[in-house]
């Protein structure tokens, strides 16, 4: 990706616009975090200024702040409607000092955006400053939604993001759980996890290796996880999950899903969601999810959720629209040349590959391996998150990464 009048240096200052490229929270929570591993300073300015209501929003200012209380660093103009913010990174010897002090304890670090903002969005800033920054184990507890609106669910975190970047990556193993759910509107959900960072005070020089996804494979497994909570009856999930198998089955019969209709016992509020994940032979896993809502159909859920699935498989890549653009900043940071086989390119990932070049100096290269029709509908993008200025067709990411080590 090229460098674009988006972006200009000043005194060693990296200066953002953020109303370019996605001009939402992922250019945010994306360009603070790689500032905040890699010691660079930042301003953004123009923050989310095509938006109906256009600067910082609660769940942003959470992640931002977030990422400081787990690196350190100064932060300005974080909250809420801002539209410019600052991030100056610690001293290196402040930095010493901070590892030094925390030893090898475990410190809890709370991140509440006090809505219904997304978990996930939450851990899209904060995981990687945890992994590969800190230097001692950390506790996260996040609260939110974790099933939110226009974000994944926290279903797709633990079964689709999660497992796919540990095994790519091999980096440590997370221990997690869901202590209450919240659902749109209402919020007030809660997820703790306890993370061990990739590099340790015995293994500094360990170097992230590179991925390589370039060749999905058959499907060969197929589940489903419907939920309800609060006053949501059951016959909700229910239906949820049956129209979503008729929908899988009309187009893998001989493919048989596995079924959970979960109660969920805590939750705030009430709520359903349902999430649809294929594996398949070579190790990837792609999904599809959808909210449930009283001005939709339980039955209309589900066909919403299969249909997202089935649009990403025929889509052709390895991993789907979620998991597209969250996996760049690891390609990034990772040694040697990592390569990605996608299918359409959403403007999300776009992004993530400008942000990650300007702000880490790792490498992409696009190459389109076949032309795609794009056949949208309101019911296979999730409600048509991430469609503009998608770029239709197969292609190969490939990226020099920049060998991190936490030094």
Request: proline share 5%.
């Amino acid at each position: 990706m090229a460098e674009t009048e988006a972006t200009t240096y000043t005194d060693e200052i990296i200066v953002l616009d953020g109303s370019q490229g996605e001009g939402g929270g992922q250019l945010i929570r994306n360009a603070v975090a790689y500032a905040a591993i890699l010691g660079r300073s930042l301003q953004i300015h123009n923050i989310r200024a095509g938006r109906s209501k256009p600067g910082l929003a609660a769940q942003h200012v959470t992640g931002v702040r977030l990422i400081s209380q787990l690196c350190g660093g100064q932060l300005e103009g974080v909250e809420i409607g801002s539209q410019a913010l600052s991030y100056t990174p610690p001293h290196p010897q402040q930095q010493q000092q901070r590892h030094q002090d925390t030893g090898s304890n475990s410190t809890t670090f709370v991140g509440d955006t006090k809505t219904a903002g997304s978990i996930c969005l939450l851990l899209q800033a904060a995981l990687p400053c945890a992994l590969f920054r800190r230097a001692s184990p950390c506790e996260l507890i996040l609260k939110g939604g974790t099933n939110a609106s226009m974000a994944p669910q926290y279903d797709y975190w633990e079964r689709v993001f999660w497992p796919m970047i540990q095994t790519s990556f091999q980096l440590p193993h997370i221990q997690h759980s869901v202590s209450c759910r919240g659902y749109f509107p209402r919020g007030g959900g809660q997820v703790r996890l306890w993370i061990t960072p990739f590099f340790t005070s015995e293994q500094r020089t360990t170097i992230m290796p590179p991925l390589h996804l370039t060749e999905r494979g058959d499907v060969c497994e197929m589940s489903i996880r419907s939920h309800h909570a609060g006053n949501a009856p059951r016959h909700v999930a229910t239906d949820m999950a049956h129209a979503a198998q008729t929908v899988w089955h009309q187009a893998f019969p001989t493919i048989v899903p596995t079924v959970e209709i979960i109660t969920e016992p805590h939750a705030h509020g009430s709520g359903s969601g349902i999430i649809v994940v294929a594996k398949t032979s070579t190790g990837c896993r792609l999904a599809g999810s959808a909210l449930g809502s009283p001005k939709n159909q339980a039955k209309q859920v589900g066909r919403e959720a299969a249909s997202e699935l089935l649009q990403a498989l025929q889509d052709g890549g390895c991993v789907d629209d979620w998991l597209q653009d969250q996996i760049i900043l690891y390609m990034a940071l990772a040694g040697g040349v990592s390569e990605l086989v996608t299918g359409s390119l959403t403007r999300h990932t776009q992004t993530a590959i400008w942000i990650a070049e300007t702000m880490s100096g790792a490498k992409f290269q696009i190459t389109k391996l076949s032309e795609g029709e794009e056949n949208l509908q309101t019911a296979t993008r999730g409600h048509l998150y991430g469609t503009n200025g998608r770029i239709p067709g197969k292609h190969l990411i490939r990226c020099q990464g920049i060998s991190y080590q936490n030094n």
